[in-house]
């Protein structure tokens, strides 16, 4: 389509702007909320990968973490499928995951998400996808006042969806139903969007994620020694930020093979320090002390009474977000 934007009524097309230029647009983020249905929201699959904005402007596509962070070369294949686009001036939202099977796998892409070699990243034989669910701008032309429903709808227009770039689906009613499917399928539950709300960057309440497994990310401040058989490290001691101070939330026992343990304790060994960097006492003795600068996604049952992660797991290391970012959600 030579010219979507012939699409927008009159009032919509008042709401554009041109774009202050860049491949870069600031994400909004979802806060946590309990199940619902209402009228006016759309509801997608929450997506177990990582999000990453993707823009183009004049030379070749570019793709970015969410803290800003370039991502184009553990995606070569993404790249080269954006660049095939016709549109030669764009900025989308999406998250990449990893297949296994017809599943997605955040153990998988931890394969492919550290590496800064493209060449490396075909090898791992990892397969991603890109889901596109928001439009940011097009064109020079910044949308992001645009309603998300318009938005969706010139999205279906300006881009050709074929793996691995795919569209992301939403429904728009009996959003209690479709959670209580999600869980049922194994998804990790749902997000919810206002349909006629503008793209705010930032944690708001115009995005919600209802979520069928607990899962966060959590800062690595330390580890217990091994036991056993076991090589590398015991736990990981992890807590979150709450103001200026790192707060202790528990050890993480469970979720590693061998090749984890053993490449993480490498990256611990080299952040090593002689204090702990908790401000509550951590009842470990004989822990190791680290530099905070690792974040780890972890999967776990519910929260203790005395603020505490019931049956933790690890599920990988994340390099999307700042540690002073990571905060307890509520």
Known sequence: MTDPLRLLDDRARTSLRRWPGGTWQAPALATPAEPFSGRGWLFERKLDGVRLIAGAEGEGPQLWSRNRKRADTAYPEIVEALAGQAAAQFVIDGEVVALEGDRTSFARLQQRMHLTDPAAARRTGVTV?????????????????????TRKALLAECFEFADPLVLGEHRETDGAQFFRQACADGWEG?????????????????????????????????????????????????????????????????????????????????????????????????????????????????????????????????????????????
Not at 131 to 148: E, Q, W, Y
Not at 242 to 260: I, M, N, S
Not at 288 to 306: I, K, R, Y
């Open 129 to 149: 996808q890109l889901h596109v669910f928001d439009l940011i701008a097009f064109g020079g032309v910044d949308l992001t006042r645009l309603p998300l429903r």
């Open 190 to 330: 749902l997000i919810a969007k206002r349909a006629e709300a503008p793209y705010r960057p930032g944690r708001g309440r115009d995005w919600l994620k209802l979520k069928c497994v607990s899962a966060e990310e959590f800062v690595v401040g330390g580890y217990t020694d091994p036991q056993g058989s076991r090589t590398g490290f015991g736990a990981l001691l992890v807590g979150y930020y709450q103001r200026d101070a790192l707060r202790y939330a528990g050890k993480v026992g469970t979720g590693y093979d061998r090749r984890t343990l053993r490449e993480l304790r490498d990256r611990l060994d080299g952040l090593a320090r002689g204090e702990s960097p908790f401000a509550d006492p951590v009842a470990e003795p004989g822990a190791h002390w680290v530099d905070p600068e690792l974040v780890a996604q972890v999967g776990f049952s519910e929260w203790t009474p005395d603020g505490r992660l019931r049956h933790p797991r690890f599920r990988g290391l994340r390099n999307d977000k700042r540690p002073v970012e990571v905060r307890r959600e509520d």
